[in-house]
């Protein structure tokens, strides 16, 4: 079994920062690429940012210059640096992974969301 678990959502004013973590746990075999995704109320969930087990990354171009996406392969953790935030941020922020279990067969996890709320 794998979970993400994912941290560090809350509230905050906008052009303020914060940093969501999510770390990969349970019979892992390999990751590969990671990323994060988020869901506003009606809206679509969206592709907020994605990285490689190689380190090559992807931005929204909403995000791009003001979010920065990072992992420790180590740690099965994957990182989001979000600064500037607008209250267009608001959402709720979810962890992916592909991930490969003790079977060594690739499935898409999903961690479970954390809250982001921006004020204006």
């Known amino acids: 079994q794998v979970q993400l678990v994912e941290s560090g959502g809350g509230l905050v004013q906008a052009g303020g920062s914060l940093r969501l973590s999510c770390a990969a746990s349970?019979?892992?075999?390999?990751?590969?690429?990671m990323g994060w995704y988020r869901q506003a109320p009606g809206k679509q969930r969206e592709l907020v940012a994605r990285?490689?087990?190689?380190?090559?990354?992807n931005y929204a171009d909403s995000v791009k210059g003001r979010f920065t996406v990072s992992r420790d392969n180590a740690k099965n953790t994957v990182y989001l640096q979000m600064s500037s935030l607008k209250p267009e941020d608001t959402a709720v922020y979810y962890c992916?992974?592909?991930?490969?279990?003790?079977?060594?067969?690739?499935?898409?996890?999903w961690g479970q969301g954390t809250q982001v709320t921006v004020s204006s």
């Open positions: 349970g019979s892992i075999r390999s990751i590969n690429a």
């Open positions: 992916n992974g592909q991930i490969a279990d003790g079977s060594w067969r690739y499935r898409n996890y």
């Open positions: 990285i490689t087990s190689g380190g090559s990354t």
